[in-house]
């Protein structure tokens, strides 16, 4: 149709041949999950929050990089070293807005020192 195609040039990378409104909505939920972790990792720099919790739960397709790092608190410099590794699915270089890779579920939690 049409409107695969139109998908297909605009959101390369984006697999068109299941149901275009699961498609849709995972690529919205990725956008706005992005952002979000653009935001907390800015707020985060501002106020020199330097540790994060990894969270989001574990469910039947967690990724295993993300599964490992479930509930766990990192520093900054721990965490970047982390993302240089590769696994399945990791897209982005930015660990903070890109969290797992693709339709991730997972957000980094800044957390205050006591």
Partial sequence: SALRKTIAERLPGIATSGSLSDTLKG????VVMRFDGAFTANRAKRNNIKRYQYAGGVVENTRPWCADLDGQILDEDTINDLWSE???GKSGSNPFT????YN??????PVEDE
Avoid: F, K, L
């Fill in 27 to 30: 690529v919205a939920e990725s």
């Fill in 86 to 88: 590769s696994w399945a």
């Fill in 104 to 109: 991730c579920r997972h957000y980094w939690i």
């Fill in 98 to 101: 890109d969290r797992g890779g």
